[in-house]
């Protein structure tokens, strides 16, 4: 057979209308004709409870960063696969929010059966977990698949609260993310709670002879000995904002430029000439008028970070449980 110029054109044409179909993108309304109802449902479920559970937008939105970072986002943190399942991993301690995901999940499968997967589910609920804690209200690309792999090993190198800024920059570009997305994710901490577990190291051996981290304000930190005392119950919680704990907005960032960031690696973001100047961007005197606006960029980042390693088209499966592969 003798290839023509238009031929090959034409089987170069055929490969990537193929690949296009076998790896398609995420968009906007992927469920619109398969189960429109889709994402009333999840608003529905999580919106009710959360009258319950103040801290759910915090559970929930973390949920979706813990599942994204491993394996990418195909709902892999929630399977229950005997001792090695991905949730036991020691980076995703205190993850939680895995009920709320099967109770949407049931009623989904009700409507819509075998449609709609626990991944995008995760990335729905947290959109609408921002937007119960008054924060910016963003469309969510959908068309995940889910993973059929779930294994703590795959786990360790998770973000973790002692590590340098540097680690977590180069932990951030192994997924695709950047120095500025570092800061906007990070921010996320908006919300929330940690356990004094996490704090033990920064405020009592963080230096040479038990001294606490020289950056933390020197008024905040009889408040976080307070709260999280020497040989306390490390399971003591305390808010990661100091101000606002339960409001989604960028009052953390005025605490890391002003030492009242909780967690060291929040704190580090001020230490790095790259991040401290990302962080001033959206803090500066400056930014009500010629600053960027750090809702619309923090959608672009959690937006960004939702497509990481996703599973499309015939890649994966839509499970019947979140909970369970098939």
Known sequence: MVWTKAK??????????????SVADLKVGFYSD????????????????????????????????????????????????????????????????????????????AACPGVVSCADIVALAARDAISLANGPAYE??????????????????MPDVS?????????????????????????????????CFFMTKRLYSFLPGGQPDPTINPVFLPELTTRCPQNGDINTRIPMDRFSERLFDKQILHNIKDGFAVLQTDAGLYEDVVTRRIVNS?????????????????????????????????NGEIRRVCSAFN
């Open 140 to 157: 969510v690309p959908t068309g995940r698949r889910d993973g059929r792999v779930s294994n703590m090993s795959l786990a360790k190198d």
């Open 8 to 21: 090959v054109s034409l089987a170069l044409s055929l490969v990537t209308v193929f690949l296009g179909i």
């Open 34 to 109: 398969t189960c429109p109802q889709a994402e009333s449902i999840v608003k529905r479920v999580v919106s009710g409870a959360s009258l319950s559970d103040p801290n759910l937008p915090a559970i929930l939105l973390r949920l979706h960063f813990h599942d994204c970072f491993v394996e990418g986002c195909d709902g892999s943190i929630l399977v229950d696969n005997g001792a090695i399942s991905e949730k036991f991993a020691f980076g995703h301690e205190g993850v939680r929010g895995f009920e709320i995901i099967e109770a949407v999940k049931a009623e989904v499968e």
């Open 282 to 314: 959206y803090v500066g005197l400056l930014n009500p008028l010629f600053g960027p606006s750090f809702e619309t960029d923090f959608v672009k980042a959690i937006v960004k970070m939702g497509k990481i390693n996703v599973k499309t088209g015939s």
């Open 163 to 195: 590590d340098s800024i540097e680690i977590l920059k180069d932990k951030f570009m192994q997924k695709g993310l950047h120095a500025k997305e570092l800061v906007l994710l990070s921010a996320a901490h908006t919300i929330g709670t940690t356990a």
